[in-house]
C-alpha cells in the first residue's frame, strides 16, 4: 500500500470508530479504557490500535513499539506478525528570521539569512503525516518483559493521588480551596478570574480526589483562551460538553491509576454534542454566518483528542503504573534481580507496585 493510501485508509478507520464512538456510549467508553492503558498515545491512535487489534480477534495493545525498539529492548518480532499502523507526523527543521520590516519567515537549514535579518533560531515544523509500523509485546518474543501492573485501587489508595494532583493545579498557576461553600450544586468549581479550583469539604478523601481530577480537566482546557474548545463547542460557552470533557479526564486519569468509578457523565457525548450542532444552527441562521455548524464526528474528535492530550499532562505527573502503552525508549541490557526480572530503567516504587510478564 502506497504512503498515501496508507494514511487515507487510517483516517477512514479513525472516522467510523468515531462515528461509532459518538453513537454508542458504552463505544466512547471502551475508547477511554484504552486511553488509560495507553495514555502516552494520542487519542487517535489509541481508537487506530484498538480497531487493528479488534479485526485480527486479539486482546487490546498493551505495550506498542516498533520493530527495532523492541530488538534494543532482546524481543523479536514473531515470524508471520504484521505491523499495527499508526499516524505520525513528518516533520522538517528550519531557521526562523525576523526580517528588518518586522516580519517573520522561515527557511530551510543551511540557508543565509538576508541582510538585516535577526536569527530567531530553530524549529520543527509538521509538513505532514504518514504511517508508523508498530507491534504490541503480544506479538514479539525474547527476553522476559515484566512491567508494573495496574491493578484495581482500593479506596485507601485514592488519597495518595491528591498530592500529585494538586502539584499538576500548582504548575498551571491554580491553588487548591477544599470548602464547604457551594457553588450552585457542585462538588468543585474552578474560578479562571481568582486562579483557584474549590473541592466539597463534605466530600470523603476518595470523591475529593475524583473531584479534583474533574476540575483540573476545566482548568487544562476550558480557559478564557480556549480557541479550540470554541470552535467545536466545548469550551465554557457549551458547559455541558465541556463537563463530558472535565469527566472523561477525570475517568482516564483515575482508571489508569486503577481506580474505577464506572459509567460517567461522557455518556451523553452525543446528547451535548446535537445540542452544540443545534445552537450553531440556530446562530448561523440568525447572525447570517457563512460558518459550517461542527459534525458529530467532528466534536467527538476534537473531544477525544483534548481529553486525551489533559489526561496526558495530569498522568506524567501522578505517574501511574506501567508505561502508557510505550515502551521506554531507551538503550538497556537485560537483567536479572532476584525474582523481579524485567527489562527497563528503574521505575518509582520498583516492583512492590506489582509486576506482570509482557509478551511470550
Known amino acids: 500500500m502506497a504512503p498515501e493510501e496508507r494514511i487515507a485508509a487510517l483516517m477512514d478507520g479513525l472516522h467510523s470508530i468515531l462515528v461509532e464512538a459518538v453513537e454508542s456510549p458504552s463505544q466512547w467508553q471502551v475508547l477511554l479504557d484504552a486511553s488509560a492503558n495507553l495514555w502516552r498515545y494520542s ?15 486479539t486482546d487490546e495493545p498493551t505495550l506498542v513499539a516498533g520493530y527495532k525498539e523492541w530488538e534494543r529492548h532482546g524481543r523479536t518480532v514473531l515470524k508471520g506478525e504484521h505491523a499495527l499502523w499508526v499516524i505520525a507526523p513528518r516533520t522538517a527543521r528550519v531557521q526562523q528570521m525576523l526580517l528588518p520590516d518586522g516580519t517573520h519567515q522561515r527557511i530551510p537549514l543551511g540557508d543565509k539569512l538576508p541582510k538585516g535579518a535577526i536569527d530567531e533560531g530553530k524549529k520543527t515544523l509538521i509538513t505532514g503525516w504518514r504511517g508508523q509500523a508498530v507491534f504490541d509485546v503480544s506479538q514479539t518474543q525474547g527476553t522476559p518483559f515484566l512491567v ?29 480551596h477544599i470548602t464547604d461553600a457551594q457553588f450552585g450544586l457542585t ?159 528503574q521505575l518509582p516504587g520498583g516492583p512492590s507496585r506489582g509486576l506482570e510478564i509482557s509478551g511470550p
Open 43 to 57: 487519542g487517535g491512535n489509541v481508537a487506530l490500535l484498538m480497531m487493528q487489534m479488534a479485526q485480527r480477534g
Open 148 to 176: 508494573p501492573k495496574p491493578g484495581p485501587a482500593s479506596s485507601a489508595d485514592a488519597p495518595q493521588l491528591w498530592e500529585p494532583l494538586t502539584q499538576v493545579a500548582r504548575a498551571h498557576g491554580f491553588s487548591i
Open 187 to 345: 462538588s468543585g468549581f474552578t474560578d479562571f478570574s481568582q486562579r483557584q479550583v474549590q473541592v466539597g469539604g463534605w466530600l470523603n478523601a476518595e470523591e475529593r480526589v475524583a473531584v479534583l481530577a474533574h476540575e483540573l480537566g476545566h482548568v487544562l482546557l476550558h480557559g478564557p483562551d480556549d480557541k479550540v474548545g470554541r470552535l467545536y463547542g466545548s469550551s465554557m460557552d457549551h458547559r455541558g460538553l465541556a463537563e463530558v470533557e472535565a469527566e472523561s479526564v477525570a475517568y482516564t486519569v483515575l482508571k489508569a491509576h486503577g481506580i474505577d468509578r464506572g459509567p460517567q457523565s461522557a455518556s451523553y457525548l452525543s446528547g451535548w454534542a446535537d445540542a452544540v450542532i443545534e445552537a450553531e444552527h440556530s446562530a448561523r441562521a440568525r447572525d447570517g454566518s457563512p460558518k459550517q455548524p461542527a459534525l458529530r464526528v467532528d466534536i467527538a474528535k476534537s473531544v477525544l483528542g483534548r481529553v486525551t492530550a489533559a489526561g496526558k499532562d495530569i498522568l506524567e505527573v501522578t505517574d501511574p503504573p506501567g508505561f502508557g502503552g510505550k515502551v521506554p525508549a531507551v538503550d538497556v541490557s537485560p537483567r536479572v534481580q532476584g525474582q523481579d526480572p524485567y527489562v527497563g530503567p
